[in-house]
């Protein structure tokens, strides 16, 4: 089966950094993606990851290890309005040729001043 | 360009009644997807349509439908609605079906009393 695990909740200063991380257990895997998700509205995209390594995007990054079953997103410099759910979701070999994704129950980011 | 749209914005409907949720995809796109999210829990894949096909079905019983149409727009049908069908429900479009980048509606939050 498919099993994705990210911490529930974690907590962060404004102007810090957090890294919030994801292991995966997958038949197969064919790409991970993370989504920010406030309160009451619908996830937005962040990052796509299918290759081992590091992708960049201004204050947001996203790690993957595929042999390892491990992404992480990081987030630097961080704002008050970056307070909302991080969704880690799979797409593997049994989504076919379809883009179902699995998700993560989501890790939920408080950020205090 | 306009995102995602989907229609209600919210519903209260009782047991036993049946409900329809519309979503339009970004222009261009062709493929709609439905998922659920219940309460502090991740999106859980419905559906996936493309070129008005259904490409992929997750583990929903068969109360659960969709469609698509000419124009790429999708209906998602539940019929006899139970207390646990309460959620959240996301529509998301990509280009294609299969790698590409999945992006969310603001979704329909149905309550069933």
């Known amino acids: 089966g498919q099993n994705i695990d990210q911490p529930t909740e974690m907590t962060a200063t404004e102007g810090a950094i957090v890294q919030i991380n994801c292991t995966y257990q997958t038949s197969g895997f064919n790409g991970l993606f993370w989504y920010q998700q406030h309160a009451g509205e619908a996830p937005t995209f962040l990052s796509y990851n299918v290759l081992d390594g590091l992708e960049e995007k201004g204050r947001f990054s996203s790690f993957l290890s595929r042999s390892k079953g491990y992404s992480y997103l990081l987030l630097k410099e961080l704002q008050m309005k970056d307070s909302a759910s991080y969704l880690c979701a799979v797409r593997g070999l049994w989504s076919g040729n379809t883009g179902k994704l699995i998700f993560g129950q989501g890790t939920t980011l408080q950020v205090k001043p | 360009d306009a995102g995602v749209t989907q229609s209600p914005t919210h519903l209260i409907k009782t047991r036993g009644q049946q409900v329809t949720l519309r979503c339009s995809p970004i222009?261009?796109?062709?493929?709609v997807s439905w998922y659920q999210q219940v309460l502090g829990q991740g999106p859980q894949f419905i559906f996936q349509y493309y070129e008005k096909e259904e490409r992929g079905r997750g583990n929903f019983p068969d109360r659960f439908s969709a469609r698509q149409f000419p124009n790429y727009s999708s209906e998602l049908n539940v019929n006899a609605l139970l207390l646990g069908d309460s959620a959240l429900y996301l529509c998301a479009s990509s280009s294609l079906a299969g790698q590409e980048t999945q992006y969310f509606g603001p979704g329909t939050r149905l309550l069933v009393l």
């Open positions: 222009s261009g796109h062709k493929s």
